[in-house]
């Protein structure tokens, strides 16, 4: 293999690394998952409030974790604060849903489980612009007791895939040499 293909590999080999080491997976609602607020207080914000304690980025994944109940982007912000939609953008209801953030603005989730959202069931993210955000990723603290981010490669299979596409850069490299 020719020096400038080398080179294109292992561009494209970094490119990888950093793409995948620059995203998260954030779990919506830390250890409540997504579930209707308990009390009447947290019913217009729980989600919310949970939402503008973590900072989200193009690539990001969120992680619902619920049962009997579902998970609706809607389109416009007339359709999150009615609380329904006829068209939802994504729809699951599969009790573990994961939805990656592809691009930056407002993102808006219902729940399709009829007064869910009424109750509360409901929030918007706000992903980051690349341009906006200059700031690292904050690190996710040693011990497993931080309800909104996986911390140990044992226990995430996102982890895993980081720490691999970490070494390929190494393999390709030996390939060469």
Same mark, same amino acid.
């Given at each position: 293999?020719? /020096? ?15 793409? &995948? !080491?620059?995203? !998260? @997976? ?11 607020? =308990?009390? =009447? ?15 989200? +980025? ?6 619902? =974790? ?9 389109? @416009? ?6 609380? +329904?939609? *006829? ?8 009790? %573990? ?5 592809? +691009? ?6 219902? *729940? ?5 959202? $009424?109750?509360?069931?409901? /929030?918007?993210?706000?992903?980051? $612009?690349? @341009? %906006? %955000? #200059? ?9 497993? $007791? ?5 911390? *140990?490669?044992?226990? #995430?299979?996102? *982890? !895993?895939?980081?720490? &691999? ?13």
């Amino acid at each position: 293999m020719e /020096m400038s293909k080398k080179a294109l590999v292992l561009l494209t080999l970094f490119c990888c690394v950093v793409v &995948a !080491a620059s995203s !998260a @997976e954030l779990f919506v609602g830390g250890k409540e998952g997504w579930t209707v607020p =308990k009390s =009447k207080d947290e019913q217009h914000h729980f989600f919310n409030d949970w939402a503008s304690t973590n900072r989200f +980025r193009v690539n990001d994944t969120l992680r619902f =974790k619920y049962k009997k109940d579902s998970v609706m982007v809607v389109k @416009e912000e007339e359709e999150y604060n009615k609380c +329904r939609s *006829s068209h939802p953008l994504f729809f699951s209801n599969n009790g %573990d849903t994961s939805f990656r953030l592809d +691009r930056p603005g407002l993102f808006y989730f219902i *729940s399709g489980v009829t007064g869910h959202c $009424d109750h509360g069931l409901k /929030m918007i993210i706000k992903v980051l $612009d690349v @341009e %906006d %955000d #200059s700031t690292p990723l904050p690190t996710p603290p040693p011990s497993d $007791d931080h309800p909104n981010h996986k911390s *140990s490669a044992a226990a #995430s299979p996102y *982890s !895993a895939t980081v720490a &691999a596409a970490a070494a390929l850069p190494l393999l390709a490299l030996s390939l060469f040499l």
